[in-house]
């Protein structure tokens, strides 16, 4: 059995390591609020560019762009989203196995050399280097400032590519944010772009509770199920009575790679917003965990305490009866 002094600096030593566990929930609880005001602020747009896009696709169905349409994969890119800092559970651990099961699928048919992976995090950009792989630029500084224009950038660079038909196919990989107790690991192609699966995605989030309990779940769960049944009820069909200048092909042009523009741009807000909800809820298990471990120590400080009392009052009654 340990001495006194050995758990007195257990006890220490976790109380030290739980103020700092407690300490990072909280910052990463007021990053995930930033974030989720972050992601809320862009939903407007979304919301009205994906309107049109519907009216004009229900208008005239036959319209296509170079950006829809789909040919042999040759030569695919993955644009991976990861985080720079560490202690958020399996956050970054689950998009690298996601990132090397893309590229063994891949490499079995075009062959490790014609993957290309723009990693947007530095952990998948340390993985993807030490494996090897084609990396195109490092933009870790994105992971922790999601910046717009950056995005459009690297959308506008891929976008080229793709039309020029050095690349066949783009992939991203990241982090669905639907709540702070919940973020679904995604891999959806981002070119060609699938206009019917884009405006059919999942769009349910819980924007406002940073709480990841069971209960708020629940919550989120049966919300969204009145949310979908009260839209299926207020259902209006679409006015496609519009003049388009000066043609469909010319305004879908311009208006899909918009929406690519905003697919990454909303990947990295969700991942990023990911990442503080998945440190809030890593820090708050150490910090629980933590809580655990000093009520033990403490019952077994006690209990050593008490043992340590008790042998000294048999040695004095000991010591007494034998004089």
């Known amino acids: ?107 079995q048919t075009i062959g490790p050399s014609n993957v290309e992976i723009y990693p947007i995090g530095r952990k998948v950009y340390e993985k993807a280097k030490k494996m090897g792989l084609a990396v195109k630029g490092e933009f870790s500084a994105l992971a922790d400032k999601p910046n717009v224009q950056q995005c459009i950038e690297i959308a506008m660079e891929l976008g080229t590519k793709f039309a020029e038909g050095d690349i066949d196919k783009v992939e991203i990989i990241y982090h669905h944010f639907k709540s702070a107790g919940s973020q679904v690991l995604t891999r959806k192609t981002f070119l060609p772009i699938d206009i019917e699966s884009e405006l059919n995605a999942d769009k349910e989030r819980d924007l406002e509770s940073v709480i990841a309990t069971k209960e708020s779940q629940e919550y989120l769960k049966k919300r969204g199920e009145r949310e979908t049944e009260q839209k299926k009820e207020d259902v209006k069909p679409l006015n496609d009575n519009f003049i388009v200048e000066p043609d469909m092909d010319t305004v879908l042009s311009q208006l899909i790679p918009k929406l690519a523009h905003l697919s990454l741009y909303t990947a990295l807000l969700d991942s990023n ?51």
């Not at 990053?31 to 005001?37: D, G, I, N, Y």
């Open 1 to 107: 059995m340990p001495s006194l002094k050995e758990i007195k600096g257990r006890i220490a030593s976790v109380k030290s390591t739980r103020k700092i566990t407690s300490a990072m929930k909280m910052v990463a609880s007021s990053k995930l609020h930033h974030a989720q005001v972050a992601i809320q602020n862009m939903l407007p747009y979304e919301e009205l560019l994906e309107h049109i896009l519907k009216s004009f696709l229900a208008a005239e169905a036959d319209s296509q762009t170079i950006y829809d349409q789909e040919r042999p994969v040759k030569r695919v890119a993955l644009i991976v989203f990861s985080s720079n800092s560490s202690l958020c559970g399996g956050f970054n651990a689950n998009t690298i196995k996601m990132m090397t099961h893309a590229v063994d699928e891949y490499s």
């Open 273 to 323: 917003a990911s990442e503080h909800a998945a440190r809030m809820v890593a820090m708050q298990t150490a910090t629980d965990n933590a809580d655990e471990l000093l009520r033990e120590l403490n019952l077994q400080y006690n209990k050593s305490r008490q043992q340590a009392i008790t042998n000294e009052l048999l040695d004095i009654v000991g010591g007494s009866v034998n004089n």
